[in-house]
């Protein structure tokens, strides 16, 4: 997992990939293609299930998410990466490690994965 997420930043940093707003209105949020890729996973594995449980999952994700910015000092560093730039969400039972780029003030989604206990 760490050598796709690593892969995820460096296509940033280095300007090789697109990335996509994760809330169109929000440009500073981006989200990586293994995040999307990997949220597409996580709430088509809820829907079969129910239905509603996507539904709450990802409402919820995008408040914490939307949100994130205003409590950036609350995450703990990445237990992914050795940077201070690299932080985790844990919500859920998730993992969310993002990066923050300071000087363009933009917040990278890096991947979405189930915490392992």
Same mark, same amino acid.
């Given at each position: 997992?760490?050598?796709?997420?690593?892969?995820?930043?460096?296509?940033?940093?280095?300007?090789?990939?697109?990335?996509?707003?994760? *809330?169109? #209105?929000?440009?500073?949020?981006? /989200?990586?293609?293994?995040? =999307?890729?990997?949220? +597409?996973?996580?709430?088509?594995? $809820?829907?079969?299930?129910?239905?509603?449980?996507?539904?709450?999952?990802?409402?919820?994700?995008?408040?914490?998410?939307?949100?994130?910015?205003?409590?950036?000092?609350? *995450?703990? #560093?990445?237990?992914?990466?050795? /940077?201070?730039?690299?932080? =985790?969400?844990?919500? +859920?039972?998730?993992?969310?490690? $993002?990066?923050?780029?300071?000087?363009?003030?933009?917040?990278?989604?890096?991947?979405?994965?189930?915490?392992?206990?």
């Amino acid at each position: 997992m760490k050598i796709k997420l690593q892969q995820e930043l460096e296509g940033y940093i280095c300007s090789k990939a697109k990335f996509t707003p994760y *809330y169109e #209105p929000m440009k500073h949020i981006l /989200s990586s293609t293994l995040f =999307d890729e990997q949220l +597409q996973e996580i709430l088509s594995s $809820f829907e079969k299930e129910e239905r509603n449980s996507a539904k709450s999952f990802k409402l919820y994700l995008d408040t914490v998410i939307v949100n994130m910015q205003s409590k950036i000092t609350k *995450y703990k #560093p990445s237990l992914y990466f050795e /940077s201070d730039k690299i932080k =985790d969400i844990e919500n +859920q039972g998730f993992v969310i490690p $993002f990066y923050t780029d300071e000087e363009a003030e933009i917040y990278l989604l890096l991947g979405i994965f189930k915490k392992e206990y």
